[in-house]
């Protein structure tokens, strides 16, 4: 499996109890061969179990969130490092809702993204513009800001991937126009790659922010798309399932 297949990328966030596990199981059933890379980032809670289900499986799992250092008096933070020893193998950081939430900075992200190659996690680093910030036309400062600080040195195709998600098209079915897509994934590429190269044009650059199964093939045809980030839409395996096959099809 290289760094560069399509990757769909489901986000529980804070939602599932074992018997969420019976998702799992479905997409497990009906996705044995998905034509793009899987993951789904169960909250902490499942990680282990998931992940022992999908040891010898086509479904990768990630963790949330991590602490940035490896262990230590940190109560109610979990390490890169635990994640790895649970069975995950990416991480989601600096979600906006860990930025609205508990006030997240983009150093943080880019230490915590150091944190999660420490234990061989790859990281998915998440970008996005408020509504007000769009509005403002500073859509393409915010997320060059964001970029230029969250990530560290030595960003890779297989140890990076980014995740475009506009604040203000998460949870609330609305989503940009696919020019509006097209012009911030294009700009993440540019980035990307004046800034690291060869290995800029491999990161894959997820769209994240209200994909449905109705949507996903459009938003999937967009250039510099390589996948989605995916909320609400991920909990059941039939509708994530349906956004895998839009993606293996792109
Ligand atoms: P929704 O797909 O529910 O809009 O959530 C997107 C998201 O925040 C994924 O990380």
């Known amino acids: 499996m290289t760094a560069t297949r399509k990757l769909a990328a489901g986000n529980w966030k804070m939602n599932g109890t074992a018997a969420s596990l019976v998702e799992i199981e479905k997409l497990l059933e009906t996705h044995p ?10 909250p902490a809670t499942l990680i282990a179990q998931t992940a022992w289900r999908c040891r010898d499986k086509h479904l990768k799992i990630g963790g949330q969130d991590c602490h940035w250092e490896s262990a230590g008096a940190h109560t109610g933070d979990i390490s890169a490092a635990m994640l790895a ?20 900075t983009d ?4 230490v915590k993204t150091r944190a999660a190659w420490g234990a061989g996690l790859a990281a998915v680093v998440c970008v996005g513009e408020t509504e007000r910030q769009r509005d403002l036309g500073t859509t393409l400062v915010v997320v060059g800001g964001q970029l230029d600080t969250s990530l560290p040195e030595g960003c ?8 475009y998600e506009p604040v203000w098209a998460i949870g609330t079915g609305r989503t940009p126009t696919l020019a509006e897509i097209a012009e ?7 980035a990307l790659e004046r800034r690291f190269g060869a290995e800029g044009a491999g990161v894959r650059i997820l769209y994240g922010g209200s994909v449905k199964p109705s949507n996903a093939a459009e938003i999937f045809a967009v250039s510099n798309v390589d ?18 096959d839009a993606l293996s099809a792109a």
Do not use: Q, W
Request: net charge negative.
């Open 85 to 104: 020893d649970a069975g995950a193998s990416y991480v989601i950081l600096g979600h906006s809702e860990r930025r609205s939430d508990h006030g997240e």
């Open 156 to 163: 890779t195709a297989g140890n990076l991937v980014v995740a």
């Open 184 to 190: 911030v994934h294009d700009f993440i590429r540019a």
């Open 107 to 110: 150093i943080e992200v880019a």
């Open 33 to 42: 061969e998905p034509g793009c890379e899987m993951l789904i980032c169960p």
């Open 227 to 244: 996948g989605a980030l995916v909320g609400g839409a991920s909990l059941k395996a039939a509708d994530f399932g349906a956004i895998v």
